[in-house]
């Protein structure tokens, strides 16, 4: 069956540090992969997206890698601040999907902690 | 975040009672998406809808669970009998047509006693 995994302990880094959340899937096919925060109580916020012919993107402090032979997509957070603690999303749209975002299925998330 | 407007934002049901959750999606956004999320576990997806339509709703359990998108007005996603289990932040996302990224609401969550 469709697996998405990502670190379901806390992450603490240490404010200033590059931050890295890491999300596996096995099972699927992905047309593309996106990356959201979630704060308590609040709804996700999406963050990037990257298609399954891209390596990375950058947005600001951000960075993502997709790695599809490895099945893999790495989330860079550089610089870190304790305003980035969250929890991060990544999510998986299929490549049925048709270019909409139906199928989006998520991963449970990690919970990021940057310390002071 | 703010674009997609969710209402009521808690919402306490006694078990057996219905409830409805109202979502307005962003201007000129055309389809939209209920997701649910249990405590621990992650977001799940129920049920896409455009307007007048259920374009896929294979998300959605078998009973007492429906969603409508009317021509005019929210997106409703009606939950009736309601059972504690149902206890969970029900989120709403829309989206513009053939785009693959959504925008979601701020939640709903339903608290069945």
């Known amino acids: 069956s469709q697996k998405i995994e990502q670190n379901s302990e806390a992450l603490n880094i240490q404010e200033g540090k590059t931050a890295t959340l890491t999300c596996n899937y096995t099972?699927?096919?992905?047309?593309?992969l996106q990356w959201y925060r979630q704060d308590p109580g609040r709804g996700p916020v999406f963050l990037l997206l990257i298609r399954e012919n891209e390596k990375e993107k950058r947005k600001e402090r951000l960075k993502v890698t997709f790695d599809t032979t490895l099945k893999q997509s790495l989330f860079h957070i550089t610089a870190s601040q304790p305003a980035d603690s969250a929890t991060y999303l990544c999510?998986?749209?299929?490549?049925?999907?048709?270019?909409?975002?139906?199928?989006?299925?998520f991963g449970k998330g990690t919970h990021l902690i940057i310390q002071p | 975040n703010a674009g997609v407007m969710q209402n009521p934002r808690h919402l306490v049901r006694r078990r057996g009672q219905e409830a409805r959750l109202r979502c307005s999606p962003m201007k000129g956004h055309s389809h939209v998406y209920w997701y649910r999320q249990l405590p621990e576990e992650g977001l799940k997806f129920m049920v896409y809808?455009?307007?007048?339509?259920?374009?896929?709703e294979s998300g959605m359990p078998k009973e007492r669970f429906s969603a409508e998108f009317p021509k005019e007005g929210p997106s409703i996603l009606r939950i009736q009998q309601v059972v504690r289990g149902d206890s969970a932040a029900y989120f709403c996302?829309?989206?513009?047509?053939?785009?693959?990224?959504?925008?979601f609401g701020e939640g709903s969550w339903l608290t069945v006693v």
């Open positions: 809808l455009q307007k007048e339509n259920i374009i896929d």
């Open positions: 099972n699927y096919s992905p047309a593309y």
């Open positions: 999510a998986l749209a299929p490549s049925s999907s048709g270019g909409g975002a139906d199928g989006l299925t």
């Open positions: 996302a829309s989206s513009l047509q053939g785009r693959n990224t959504i925008y």
